[in-house]
């Protein structure tokens, strides 16, 4: 099982939605993680969050900050958003990525169904997008959350 901490003062609405995203897409056995308040396998860095530990990867979003993997809308950044609506996005992946299992990921275009009642913010699905992929989830039938 892998652990993860999200970093603390980044958006409010980040936070639980990413949370909401890990632990669900765990009880339906997409990935094998649980949060946590130690050390990580995976840190998740918000924009305005602080880096607080030491992790395996860093999955930063927004922002400048250094990362293993960077998340955001910008071009320098590893997975970023194609489109968004309000019930799905096209997240794309820029680079090869290696998973937390040592998988490795090519760049691609994956489908995310958003099963929330509100359209969460774009940096909230990257996040979340971004963890399920280092986690383990398998893109060939897309993403949900």
Same mark, same amino acid.
Request: glycine share 12%.
């Given at each position: 099982?892998?652990?993860?901490?999200?970093?603390?003062?980044?958006?409010?609405?980040?936070?639980?939605?990413?949370?909401?995203?890990?632990?669900?897409?765990?009880?339906? !056995?997409? /990935?094998?993680?649980? #949060?946590?308040? @130690?050390?990580?396998?995976? =840190?998740?860095?918000? +924009?305005?969050?602080? *880096?607080?530990?030491?992790?395996?990867?860093?999955?930063?979003?927004?922002?400048?900050?250094? !990362?293993? /993997?960077?998340?955001? #809308?910008?071009? @320098?950044?590893?997975?970023? =958003?194609?489109?968004? +609506?309000?019930?799905? *996005?096209?997240?794309?992946?820029?680079?090869?990525?290696?998973?937390?299992?040592?998988?490795?990921?090519?760049?691609?275009?994956?489908?995310?169904?958003?099963?929330?009642?509100?359209?969460?913010?774009?940096?909230?699905?990257? *996040?979340?997008?971004?963890?399920?992929?280092?986690?383990?989830?398998?893109?060939?039938?897309?993403?949900?959350?």
């Amino acid at each position: 099982m892998f652990s993860v901490h999200i970093a603390p003062g980044g958006s409010r609405k980040t936070l639980p939605y990413v949370e909401k995203a890990i632990k669900k897409a765990s009880r339906e !056995g997409l /990935v094998d993680a649980a #949060l946590c308040a @130690g050390r990580a396998d995976l =840190l998740i860095v918000p +924009r305005g969050a602080a *880096a607080d530990r030491e992790a395996r990867c860093r999955l930063t979003v927004g922002g400048e900050k250094p !990362g293993d /993997v960077r998340c955001g #809308l910008g071009e @320098g950044d590893d997975l970023t =958003l194609s489109s968004i +609506r309000s019930d799905g *996005a096209m997240l794309s992946l820029r680079r090869d990525l290696r998973t937390l299992r040592g998988d490795l990921l090519e760049p691609q275009e994956i489908p995310v169904t958003l099963e929330s009642a509100h359209a969460p913010e774009p940096e909230a699905v990257l *996040a979340a997008a971004g963890a399920m992929l280092l986690l383990g989830a398998d893109p060939s039938a897309g993403l949900r959350l």
